[in-house]
């Protein structure tokens, strides 16, 4: 079993692990508990095929181990180790490693998990939560008393931060995986959420319609129906409102290019200029080009049928 191949994922799915229990308490922009739980329920497929972002982030974590030695004179073991909790069957994680304090060190002996992550930015201002949740969970789930998370930010700078275990930290997030993991075995779905990773699990879910009809809608569906028509009536109307208030701000302002309140800069009116392609006119004199960059793709969108 290799990282992120079909066996990988099996086993991720039979567990909820250190990279997704942030998605159970509302941390991850990637991931909802709905479309969490179409993965785990089988429903829809439990990822995607490997990034070259994520195959660089491995590749760097030995670069990364190799600069908190040097930093701390600590060593690296057991690279990407697969656990489960001795008592939650599904309580899971793998780490990127266990920190000892020689290559001679059994992983019994480990002081801590390791947990390497490359960054774009100069640095944090705060460890991200959802980083937070994942390196207390792998140390419930290890059995440790803490965690070393060191990052490699932009500029090959790395930095090391200590995370001691937090027992009620833990006690949460124990609470949480145990009540979304019944809804896995119940094949209960959690709530509904309006977020983007739950839309691609229902379009993922049900990618096509059979051109069937719905004769009856229960009350829930249709009380549903109409709360988004008349969101929908209210969003028209505060549309054109904001129109009417930037056209009327626009007049006012007139040459200008920026606006002061009490003296602060407070908004900027200025040109922009936007570059765009000619799809028309560019299949109309190069055809095969526009073929060749042509993109289909298929969703299914939810429109009322007006009488």
Not at 198 to 215: M, N, Q, S
Request: aromatic residues 8%; proline residues 6%.
């Amino acid at each position: 079993m290799t990282v992120h191949d079909d066996a990988w994922h099996a086993e991720r799915a039979t567990r909820i692990g250190g990279s997704t229990i942030g998605v159970l308490l509302g941390l991850s922009p990637w991931e909802s508990p709905f479309s969490l739980w179409a993965k785990h329920s089988g429903l829809i497929a439990a990822g995607e095929s490997d990034s070259p972002r994520l195959r660089i982030g491995r590749r760097m974590e030995s670069v990364i181990a190799a600069e908190f030695h040097d930093e701390t004179g600590l060593w690296i073991a057991g690279e990407h180790t697969m656990l489960r909790h001795p008592e939650h069957e599904h309580f899971g994680c793998e780490v990127d490693g266990f920190v000892v304090e020689s290559p001679a060190s059994e992983i019994s002996a480990a002081l801590g998990v390791f947990e390497a992550k490359t960054d774009a930015h100069r640095g944090w201002d705060e460890i991200p939560p959802t980083y937070l949740a994942q390196c207390r969970w792998n140390c419930y789930v290890a059995g440790l008393p803490r965690a070393w998370l060191v990052v490699m930010f932009a500029g090959f700078r790395v930095e090391v931060f200590e995370i001691e275990q937090d027992a009620a930290d833990v006690a949460f997030m124990a609470a949480k995986a145990d009540e979304f993991w019944q809804l896995v075995q119940t094949g209960t779905p959690p709530p509904i959420d309006g977020s983007e990773p739950t839309a691609r699990a229902i379009a993922a879910r049900w990618p096509a319609d059979e051109k069937g009809l719905i004769h009856d809608a229960e009350p829930e569906l249709v009380e549903l129906l109409e709360k988004r028509a008349q969101l929908k009536t209210l969003m028209r109307t505060e549309d054109a409102t904001l129109r009417q208030w930037d056209n009327e701000i626009s007049a006012r302002i007139g040459e200008a290019e920026a606006i002061a309140i009490d003296g602060v800069p407070a908004y900027t009116y200025r040109a922009q200029t936007r570059t765009t392609i000619d799809a028309k006119a560019l299949r109309a004199v190069h055809p095969e080009v526009a073929d060749a960059y042509a993109k289909t793709s298929s969703f299914r969108v939810l429109r009322e049928v007006k009488p």
